[in-house]
T-cell receptor, first 114, second 113 residues
């Protein structure tokens, strides 16, 4: 069982759909993250959760709505997305959000918005 | 604000040769960490190596070493004895004491047999 698991791996949705991305970590970490990776752009930090509290929100449009019900699970709810939101969405975890420890990433959910 | 610059969009290397992937950073934080991640075609980001800003010696992890030149603000990754499985996208990243991780645009490495 991998440390950070993301589902689904691939998602195609229309602009009027509502869908969710799920992330689960089995590492006992207290911090979880959502990153967006678009083609030819650096990874962009979207949200940071520490002990289920959102500690950072990098000016992400409200059509992306995160949810962290417990320290092992993180969701990204999607609604009325735009084609430019098509990207690879990566979930990561770390023991704490502050400090120099590494991040542990999942394999990503590739989203295509039609 | 932090900024990571990777000037090599793509690099090619012959199998068993060494290759250096460039990374320069810009940060005003006195304490920071520098990371290299590998992203194969599967999408997962795999941690390779870490260098703390106060570390006196260059970090090494197996075939990976980090050439840290603090005055020049560079943190180049050296991969020795390249293998076909090393073909992937490589990202340099920096992390401040406040925890924010900033990534570069990445370098695609292709290892030829």
């Amino acid at each position: 069982e991998t440390g950070v698991t993301q589902t689904p791996r691939h998602l195609v949705m229309g602009m009027t759909n509502k869908k969710s991305l799920k992330c689960e970590q089995h590492l006992g970490h207290n911090a979880m993250y959502w990153y967006k990776q678009s083609a030819k752009k650096p990874l962009e930090l979207m949200f940071v959760y520490s002990l289920e509290e959102r500690v950072e929100n990098n000016s992400v449009p409200s059509r992306f709505s995160p949810e962290c019900p417990n320290s092992s699970h993180l969701f990204l709810h999607l609604h009325t997305l735009q084609p430019e939101d098509s990207a690879l969405y990566l979930c990561a975890s770390s023991p704490t959000p502050i400090g120099s420890g590494e991040l542990f990433f999942g394999e990503g959910s590739r989203l295509t918005v039609l | 604000a932090q900024k990571i610059t990777q000037t090599q969009p793509g690099m090619f290397v012959q199998e068993k040769e060494a290759v250096t992937l460039d990374c320069t950073y810009d940060t005003s934080d006195p304490s920071y960490g520098l990371f290299w991640y590998k992203q194969p075609s599967s999408g997962e980001m795999i941690f390779l190596i870490y260098q703390g800003s106060y570390d006196q010696q260059n970090a090494t992890e197996g075939r990976y070493s980090l050439n840290f030149q603090k005055a020049r603000k560079s943190a180049n990754l050296v991969i020795s004895a390249s293998q076909l499985g090393d073909s992937a996208m490589y990202f340099c990243a920096s992390r401040t004491s406040y925890g924010k991780l900033t990534f570069g645009q990445g370098t695609i490495l292709t290892v030829h047999p």
